[in-house]
């Protein structure tokens, strides 16, 4: 089980989840020491110097995490600058991050298309909408649900594909 919580610094949130219940102390140490990775948050706290740690939802199962998480997201419109400090297109994800140089953040790709949130998901790894004209779905044999795929993305692989081949 998990929570669902949030920052406020100067009336602007920022909303998280996390299994452990040390979230708090996690954040206040990497702020404190300046090297958070959100620099909009990390900015913020250095400004004000202090941020409010609430828990919005307690004991949420793990596969339903992401899924609220997003929902507090879009319903505090925490992406957008004047209401927030969320950075992430999407909860489980690594989009919209740009990492300091060397953190290991950096490194990884972003988890894409995991299941259940996909419904959740507003734009693709590229950065494209994802409205109902430039989504499909698609069966996979490996994967025991259809995924959603971006019809923008489908058409520059395919272009691609077909300029190599000749």
Not at 14 to 30: A, F, L, P, W
Not at 119 to 141: A, F, P, S, V
């Amino acid at each position: 089980m998990g929570i669902i919580y949030e920052l406020i610094i100067n009336n602007k949130r920022y909303i998280g989840q996390s299994m452990k219940d040390n979230r708090e102390v996690t954040h206040r140490k990497k702020l404190k020491a300046n090297v958070h990775v959100n620099k909009y948050l990390q900015n913020a706290f250095n400004k004000y110097q202090s941020f409010e740690f609430n828990i919005l939802m307690d004991n949420v199962p793990q596969e339903l995490l992401t899924i609220y998480e997003d929902l507090f997201i879009k319903y505090y419109r925490t992406r957008e600058r004047e209401y927030g400090y969320n950075l992430r297109i999407a909860a489980d994800s690594n989009a919209g991050m740009k990492y300091p140089n060397g953190y290991p953040g950096a490194k990884g790709k972003a988890p894409w298309n995991k299941g259940i949130h996909t419904k959740l998901q507003t734009h693709c790894k590229e950065g494209h909408e994802m409205t109902e004209e430039n989504t499909r779905m698609e069966e996979r044999t490996d994967r025991p649900f259809p995924t959603r795929r971006c019809v923008t993305c489908k058409r520059a692989s395919n272009d691609a594909y077909t300029n190599r081949k000749g």
